[in-house]
C-alpha cells in the first residue's frame, strides 16, 4: 500500500515565485499541491474546503496582509494540527518572530536550495517544527540582555523534557526513554508549553535555544 503524499497548500503574491514553488513540489512523488493562492481573501475562500493541506507555506510579505495575520486565520479555523512553515526573502529576527508567534511550526528563506524547501516540509510534517541554523542565528541576534526566563521555574524534569522535545522525540518515545506514561509526558508537555508562554512546539525549541537548553548541530 503506498503512502499517501503530503498535501500542500501555498501562500505567495509574487505570482512567478508561487508557480514555480507549486511546480517543482507537484513533481516529488511524496508531496502534492492541492491549492495555491495570491492573497489572504482566496486563502480565507479555500479554508471552507472539505479538502484541506498537511502543510500550509505562507509568505510574510503579502498584499494587504501580513503573513502571521493568516497564519492565525488558519489556526483558527483548521487548529493545531496542520503545520504552516513561514516563507521570506527578507532574513530579519522580527519577521521570524511574529510568524513563530502566531503560531507557525518553523521558517524557510526564499533563497534556500529546493532540497532545503523539500527538508523543510517533510520535517515540519513529521516533527512538528523546523527550525535550522540560519534561522537559529537569526533569532540570536534579537537577543539583548539576559535571556527571558518562564513565569515558573522548569522543574529537572520539564527541562529534560524539553531537552528530548528539541531532539524531535515523539511522546511515546520521551514516555519510553524516561519510563513514563504517554499521557503523563502529554501532560508535562502542556504544562511547559503554559509556562514558556509557547504556542507550539517550534516556540518550545525557540525557547530552549535562547535560554541555552539547547543547541542545532552544525
Known amino acids: 500500500m503506498s503512502k499517501e503524499p503530503i498535501k500542500i497548500a501555498i501562500v505567495e503574491d509574487h505570482n512567478l515565485v508561487r508557480e ?59 487548529g493545531e494540527e496542520v503545520k504552516i512553515l513561514g516563507l521570506s526573502f527578507h532574513k530579519e529576527e522580527p ?5 513563530l508567534q502566531a503560531g507557525a511550526n518553523g521558517f524557510v ?3 534556500y536550495h529546493f532540497d532545503d524547501f523539500k527538508e523543510a516540509i517533510n520535517s515540519v510534517y513529521s516533527n512538528g517544527y523546523h527550525i535550522n541554523q540560519d534561522v537559529t542565528q537569526m533569532l540570536m541576534k534579537g537577543i539583548s540582555g539576559p535571556p527571558a526566563s518562564a513565569e515558573e ?9 524539553l531537552e528530548l522535545i528539541c531532539e524531535q522525540l515523539t511522546n511515546e518515545e520521551i514516555a519510553d ?8 509526558i502529554h501532560t508535562y508537555r502542556n504544562r511547559i508549553l503554559t509556562k514558556t508562554g509557547s504556542s507550539n512546539t517550534a516556540g518550545l525549541v525557540v525557547y530552549a535555544i535562547k535560554n541555552g537548553m539547547y543547541h542545532l548541530q552544525s
Open 177 to 184: 526513554k524516561l519510563n513514563l506514561s504517554r499521557h503523563t
Open 20 to 78: 514555480s514553488l507549486a511546480s517543482l513540489l507537484d513533481q516529488v512523488p511524496e508531496f502534492e499541491v492541492i491549492y495555491h493562492v495570491p492573497t489572504s481573501e482566496e486563502l480565507m475562500s479555500r479554508l471552507t474546503w472539505k479538502e484541506q493541506p498537511d502543510v500550509f507555506l505562507v509568505d510574510y510579505n503579502l498584499k494587504k496582509c501580513f503573513g502571521d495575520q493568516c497564519v492565525r486565520a488558519i489556526r483558527e479555523k483548521l
Open 153 to 161: 521555574p522548569l522543574t529537572n524534569t520539564e527541562i529534560r523534557i
Open 109 to 111: 528563506f526564499k533563497d
Open 95 to 99: 519577521i521570524i518572530q511574529k510568524m
